[in-house]
């Protein structure tokens, strides 16, 4: 069975963090369910089961107070339902569903703490008269090590297959979620 399932897996997706003016739906944070895999599943797809595709809608207004620029950011984390995807007819029991689940979550997850960092340091930031440069900056900074970690989290896991990483990678990703805090 494992060697089948290794097999059926494949790879998984990174999240797409991108910088976008229309996002079509906000959440918060929340558990997946085979609902938010909306997408067509890709025929190509070379052994993947599942795609979890989120953005970050990134905006900004800046006050300037004496000399330094102050950012009041909303940063939305989108999971775009129609771009995830999963393989429903490749889904050969409802353990197997719950492992595909738990392994996007963590993509999504890897969403979320980019959304959080981001928050954080915008709201602990002063930016000179060159904001838009340093946000960007700070944004794309902050873009890239959550697209590394997404990187080792697929490596480390093998896509979910090696479910000794993927235990270790999910007890990392409970006690993010239980200090991170809340917007």
């Known amino acids: 069975m494992e060697v089948r399932l290794v097999k059926l897996i494949g790879a998984a997706a990174i999240c797409l963090m991108t910088i976008t003016a229309n ?46 620029y102050i950012l009041t950011a909303t940063v939305n984390l989108l999971l775009n339902n129609y771009k995830s995807w999963l393989d429903r007819s490749r889904v050969t029991s409802q353990e197997m569903l719950s492992e595909i689940l738990k392994h996007e979550q963590g993509h999504y997850l ?51 297959t090696n479910r000794q990483q993927q235990h270790s990678w999910d007890l990392y990703f409970q006690k993010r979620l239980e200090y991170e805090p809340e917007e």
């Open 110 to 160: 890897i969403a979320y703490l980019e959304q959080q960092e981001i928050l954080r340091q915008i709201s602990k930031t002063r930016f000179s008269y060159n904001y838009r440069n340093e946000a960007m900056a700070l944004f794309n900074r902050i873009d890239a090590k959550y697209k590394q970690l997404n990187s080792n989290y697929d490596e480390d896991t093998q896509h979910m």
């Open 23 to 68: 996002a079509q739906q906000y959440q918060r944070y929340h558990p997946l369910t085979i609902n938010d895999f909306l997408g067509t599943p890709r025929a190509n797809a070379g052994g993947v089961v599942a795609y979890t595709n989120c953005t970050i809608d990134f905006k900004y207004e800046a006050s300037n107070r004496s000399g330094s």
